[in-house]
């Protein structure tokens, strides 16, 4: 196999998740052979019929041992078990390139295939899946977080191949810094959910509907600034010092939902901050906005 365009590989899918499905379909769809993938579970089952069409479900240790490219998508915590099972039952050997997809970790739960000459890597796509058939295009667009072991150029380069052939763009995460990489992207992803949900909760519960329709096209620009233009994009009562405002907030979030409150004044505070550090907010405003914050 050239470094940096891998041959047409044999490709063992285990499992046929969210994340599994997708990818075999899409490294089918670059010219790859599916040759089995594993699941037990009906939606695994469910996807492999439709992304999958014609692979065999085979256990996992028989899909590793026939693959030359072991794609292993399962849960996080599950994965350091299984690496260690599949070793033990002589699943890998010499030349096979094993991947996994967990954000969180870099090559070192891959550690026991790796001591049994493969090359190991993790590939991590940032994107959301939900197992469907519209994630494949999805793919092409999107980043995948390529990690190699230190110092293996032809890992890294088999990686960022790898990556191209979904449609993404790869992009080099050093080891240490997957947990940090993780983190970083759990809390803007996740985290923007939770904040998207709250507003339009809240709204419904104001009774102001269709809350969805009205915050979509603010949300949206909100988003779409704040990539462009960073902290400058900033608008809103915590940004322009009205203190005012800012206290009457606190004031209907606590009545409404004491919980949501505190999120509200956490997330003001850090709002502060970045509007001073970008210089949005002179220093004595920003005084006046945090005395607020921790006093109410
Ligand atoms: N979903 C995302 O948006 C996303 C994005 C990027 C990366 N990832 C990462 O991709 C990985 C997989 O996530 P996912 O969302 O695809 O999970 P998922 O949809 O829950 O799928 C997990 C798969 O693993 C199988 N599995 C569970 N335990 C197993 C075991 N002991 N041995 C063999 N197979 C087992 C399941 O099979 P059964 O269904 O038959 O039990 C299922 O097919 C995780 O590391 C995750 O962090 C996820």
Redesign the pocket.
């Known amino acids: 196999m050239a470094a940096g365009r891998p041959a047409r590989l044999g490709v063992g899918i285990?499992?046929?998740?969210?994340?599994?499905?997708?990818l075999g379909a899409a490294w089918a769809a670059a010219g790859h052979h599916v040759t089995g993938a594993?699941?037990?579970?009906?939606?695994?089952?469910r996807?492999a019929e439709v992304l999958l069409p014609d692979v065999p479900l085979l256990p996992?240790d028989e899909v590793a041992s026939a693959a030359d490219l072991v794609l292993l998508?399962?849960?996080?915590d599950?994965?350091p078990?299984?690496v260690t099972?599949l070793a033990a039952a002589d699943c890998f050997r010499p030349g096979q390139i094993v991947v996994?997809?967990?954000?969180?970790s870099g090559v070192a739960p891959l550690a026991p295939a790796t001591e049994r000459g493969v090359l190991p890597l993790a590939l991590?796509?940032?994107?959301?899946?939900?197992?469907r058939t519209e994630d494949v295009a999805r793919l092409a667009g999107c980043c995948v977080g390529v990690t190699a072991a230190l110092g293996d150029e032809v890992g890294w380069s088999v990686g960022e191949a790898l990556a191209v052939e979904l449609g993404a763009e790869p992009v080099r995460i050093p080891e240490d810094v997957r947990p940090l990489y993780h983190a970083a992207l759990a809390h803007g992803a996740n985290h923007l959910v939770t904040l998207v949900r709250d507003c339009v909760e809240l709204l419904e519960r104001a009774g102001v509907t269709p809350a969805e329709r009205l915050v979509a096209p603010l949300l949206s620009a909100a988003l779409d600034n704040a990539l462009r233009h960073g902290d400058r994009a900033l608008t809103g009562p915590v940004a322009r010092g009205d203190v005012d405002t800012v206290r009457t907030h606190l004031r209907v979030l606590a009545e409404t939902d004491p919980d949501l409150a505190r999120t509200y004044r956490a997330l003001a505070e850090r709002t502060v901050h970045r509007a001073e550090a970008a210089g949005l907010l002179p220093d004595h405003t920003a005084k006046d906005v945090r005395s607020i914050l921790e006093d109410e």
Do not use: I, K, Q, Y
């Open positions: 285990v499992s046929a998740g969210r994340v599994g499905a997708v594993s699941g037990v579970s009906r939606e695994s089952v996807r996992p998508a399962v849960p996080d599950v994965l078990g299984l099972g996994h997809t967990s954000g969180a991590h796509p940032a994107m959301t899946f939900t197992g």
